[in-house]
């Protein structure tokens, strides 16, 4: 089936999309009191824990480091909930995959669509440490959304790889684990870019997360322009994924309903 | 243009179709059993399917016979495109609705009315298709008031009734049913096979697969055969059901 085709396809089936995503954000805090602002509460407590811990135990020489831990911390625990719930999102459904007919591509565009609706909710929490910590906002804000599109189109194109090859070998799933967490330490959340030994950097700036997280930190934290030409570059290399995710999933989906 | 009017009449054709499934004595699902198992040829190729080929007109309503493990269900996956044949092409036009088994994706956890939208929307139907249709939905079911109640604390009689009042209602072409008939009492057994005579009337296409010689009797106007994945029949119900029950006993 043609690209264009399927595009069309996908689209007749987007109250099944829309749905599953209903389903995934209603569902995820099913049977509990607060439900939906359990999305806000975790990134709260979190922003309390750290500030405790960061200000008075741990004393960093990043200037108020939980503002500038929590401006990357956000968007890395969307990113690795997104790749972890986008993983397993085939391998999961094998009830349907083995009894009903759908495009196969509405389930991870689902689990990405849940994810950065919650994602979205999760930023005003962002927002009010910004605001609270005295830093304020700043009319860079505006280009948040396209940092955002870039990280967003970077994990889908993962994803698409990840859930396919998930279905055929399960390793990956456990896989991902250490592989989330050594991304993540290899990614300037914790500490500062500017500790990186020079002799590395090159190799360093090879992870996209880089410049994703360091447009993040241009906006919030230091409130500059971000580096555009790095996240055009960055953008256009998750597009490429995207598209090789898109090959490697068609390939695979033919047979999900035998091997799931 | 009169060749393509005869296209236009094929429901569904299936040329040349040949399906495998590899078998594994013991299916790995992790690299470390996947490695362990090269070499030491642990499976081995079941062809399912020999190079079937049929066409089904628009209207026609076929039954698919034969003994368990022949072939049958595995055609009526690949006619919905659940699973891809090996070899051959499949050729559908028009929307389909099938009951290949009950209740397919059902969220247990969610009311049944929930679970008419969330089903109805795997046929590409929204909010505003299903509103004017959901209390014909509702109460063809016989569901009453559980309903409004999740769908795990439904007996498979229930659930076999929701299912089936689904996806006659969800207005598809093609109904491709597997013997989903066997549950529920007698009563709903008739109803649904009324049903399903009502939606012949109206031309729809059906594929039916069923051991229930008496019901594929009543219903289909045409038998195909299946036996060691090849169709070895392929005539009017009754030509086919004589045969059929000769050779079979």
């Known amino acids: 089936m043609s690209f264009i085709n399927k595009v069309k396809e996908i689209y007749k089936y987007r109250h099944m999309l829309f749905t599953l995503v209903k389903q995934d954000i209603n569902g995820r805090y099913k049977g509990s009191i607060f439900g939906f602002l359990w999305t806000l509460l975790n990134p709260l407590f979190m922003l309390l824990v750290y500030s405790v811990v960061f200000s008075i135990v741990f004393k960093s ?20 909930t997104m790749i972890g719930g986008g993983t397993t999102c085939v391998s999961n459904n094998a009830s349907i995959i083995k009894k009903v007919y759908f495009p196969r591509e509405v389930l991870p565009l689902s689990v990405v669509i849940s994810n950065t609706i919650q994602y979205c909710f999760s930023l005003v929490i962002t927002f009010i440490a910004l605001l609270v910590s005295g830093m304020g906002i700043t009319w860079y ?62 190799i360093y700036k090879l992870n996209p997360m880089v ?34 995710g898109y090959m490697i999933f068609n390939k695979l989906q033919r047979r999900f309903a035998e091997e799931v | ?84 044949p090996e070899q051959g092409t499949i050729e559908i036009n028009g929307k389909v609705s099938s009951m290949i088994e009950l209740g397919a994706g059902f969220n247990t956890d969610f009311t049944g009315r929930e679970n008419i939208y969330f089903n109805a929307s795997m046929y590409g139907l929204g909010k505003k298709d299903i509103d004017p249709i959901i209390d014909k939905i509702i109460e063809f079911s016989e569901l009453g008031d559980f309903i409004e109640t999740p769908v795990r604390t439904y007996s498979s009689g229930m659930y076999m009734r929701l299912a089936f009042s689904i996806a ?27 049903k399903m005579k009502e939606l012949k009337a109206e031309g729809k296409t059906m594929v039916f697969v069923s051991h229930n010689v008496n019901q594929v009797k009543s219903f289909c106007d045409r ?16 030509k086919v059901l004589d045969e059929y029950i000769k050779v079979q006993g």
């Open chain 1, 61 to 80: 020489d990043i200037e108020n480091y939980p503002i500038y831990l929590f401006v990357c911390l956000m968007p890395w625990n969307a990113f690795n």
């Open chain 2, 168 to 194: 006659v209602n969800v207005q598809a072409e093609i109904l491709l049913i597997d013997e989903i008939l066997a549950v529920g009492d007698a009563h709903f057994q008739a109803k649904c096979l009324n």
């Open chain 1, 211 to 244: 410049t994703i997280l360091q447009g993040y930190q241009s906006i919030l934290y230091n409130q500059t322009l971000p580096n555009f030409k790095a996240l055009g570059i960055v953008f256009l290399a998750s597009i490429a994924i995207c598209i090789i």
């Open chain 1, 141 to 202: 804000a505006i280009f948040l959304p396209l940092v955002m599109l870039v990280q967003v189109v970077f994990a889908f194109g993962l994803i698409l790889m990840l859930s396919a090859a998930n279905v055929y070998v399960r390793d990956v799933q456990y896989m991902m684990n250490p592989i989330m967490m050594i991304w993540m330490y290899a990614s300037p959340i914790l500490y500062s870019i500017t500790m990186v030994p020079e002799k590395w950097l090159p």
């Open chain 2, 1 to 84: 243009m009169a060749k393509k009017s005869k296209k236009e009449d094929i429901a569904i054709s299936v040329k040349n179709v040949t399906k495998e499934f590899t078998v594994y004595e013991d299916k790995s699902y992790f690299l470390k059993e996947k490695i362990g198992h090269l070499g030491r040829n642990k499976k081995r190729k079941h062809v399912v399917l020999k190079n079937v080929s049929c066409d089904i007109k628009r209207g026609q309503s076929v039954a698919l016979i034969g003994v368990n493990g022949s072939g049958k269900s595995t055609l009526l996956k690949l006619l919905n495109k659940i699973i891809y």
């Open chain 2, 223 to 238: 038998a195909l055969w299946i036996k060691d994945g090849e169709i070895i029949m392929d005539d009017e119900t009754e």
